[in-house]
């Protein structure tokens, strides 16, 4: 079955490794994942501002591709651009004076109207794979692996975007499972890491990312999974220098989700790059038997 | 903290720009302060998120222009899910943020990011980033 993708800008350099493994998954699982013609950056944060439309513009588009093949679903897997796609869609379908200011903009483009429906990856594996058949599928179960889900904020926040329960998610425990791996629980799992602020306020990401990670750390997990690059630049970049800063600090390995689906599903290791992730993965995979 | 309130000192504009720009009813908030008990952000912030709330429909501009708060905000939507009130908090934040980036004037300067920097950051930090701190 084909599903209409979309990728976004970070995907294809920084985080390749969060989609090539992820393309290479979903493929096994009999779904081929089909970038859409033409995309443009998402804008990569929804724009909040009521007389705000022009940033609306570029998402739409990438909406617009998606009708023009006359698919009614449009797969993610960036969480920043999930949300961002996400809400300028819900803005299309709901607010009829934005939308129809919207299309008369977009002269050259055919009309919108919130068609699409966006989808997070971890969706099509929940409710179009399922946990059963998804573990059925796995051909090296990630046993005695203690990993912490940690959601962030653009896959459960704001409400009306969700894809699990904002107070209490449970997907990524679920796909954990599924993968034969064993979740830890964390409070700080829907703790946002600081997003944007890495870029004017670094020494604070570094101490989030260090409540964060010594959190999971105490809960008895092992590696953390998660589904964002920023997530995964701001939990990563700093942990040589918090090992030198604070003595109890100890490296923790980040996987992004696709990474362990590929490596359960039985892929060849290649597919999961996990040379450009932080904190030496492939050491503790190594350690439990997971990777030769 | 102290702050003296005279009918000269209060920015009527101010308060209706934030109204338009949010879209947000400012007297929503009856101030329980679930906003900044769900901050992750809140310790490194000069006033509270309940504090920015009460001080911007007051219109008390200049309070809230000498403040970092809302720069410290990384729009993470914690407080508007737990808002009991169904305020969203995180649009005045944006609103406030753009009354200043509007007049050309940006928080951050770009050129001060380091080439190694800007080769390391995933895109969607220097868009974002960019976005939310200059104009």
Redesign the interface.
Known sequence: MSLAYYPGCTLKTKARNLEEPGIASLEVLGFKLEEIPRWNCCGAVYSLAEDDLIHQVAPIRNLIRVKEQGKDKLATLCAFCFNTLKRANLLMRENAEKRNTLNSFMDEEIDYGGEVKVVHLLEVLRDEIGWEVLAQKVKLPLRELKIAPYYGCTLLRPREIAIDSVENPTILREFLEALGASPVDFPESTRCCGSYQIISNPDDISEYARDILNSALSHGAEALVLTCPLCDYNLGRGQKELIKKHNEFKEMPLFYFTQLLALALGLDSQVCHFELNYGSPESLLREKDLLS | MSVTISPKRLRRVFVRKVK????QNLQLCYQCGMCSGNC??AS?MDLSPRQIIELTRLGLEEEIANSKTV??C?????C??NCPRGF?L??MM??IR?LTLRKNIN??RPED?SPQ?RC??????????????TG
């Open positions: 338009e720009l949010s879209g992750p952000a490194n720069w410290i990384a729009s993470c939507f914690a508007t899910v969203d995180s649009k944006e609103a753009l928080y951050i990011i920097e390391e950051l995933p895109q969607i930090a220097m868009v974002s980033g960019l976005r939310k701190f």
